[in-house]
């Protein structure tokens, strides 16, 4: 699920990154500080991605350690209504 999410906002990122350097090359800006105000957007949306992007990769590390974890002591909460296991798997319910 969080791979989902992180795809389509990483695609609305990179769509209005694309959107505003065009606007830039296609001459949209009238004065110099249009230009920058234009290039800090695209600067925070960059960054924006970056931060997603480490999010997502963080996120993904922390669960194969515990999916070894699981996996070296036996323990394996798939499948399971426990409580134990929800909190394993991360979900709520």
Request: glycine share 8%; aromatic share 6%; charged share 30%.
């Amino acid at each position: 699920m969080i791979g989902k999410f992180a795809s389509v906002l990483r695609e609305k990122i990179r769509k209005d990154m694309n959107d505003y350097t065009d606007d830039m090359a296609g001459g949209a800006c009238t004065d110099f500080s249009e230009y920058q105000k234009l290039c800090g957007v695209i600067q925070g949306l960059a960054l924006a991605e970056r931060h997603l992007l480490d999010l997502v990769e963080k996120i993904n590390k922390d669960d194969e350690i515990d999916e070894q974890s699981d996996n070296a002591t036996g323990n394996n909460a798939s499948g399971t209504n426990s409580a134990t296991g929800r909190a394993k798997s991360r979900s709520p319910y």
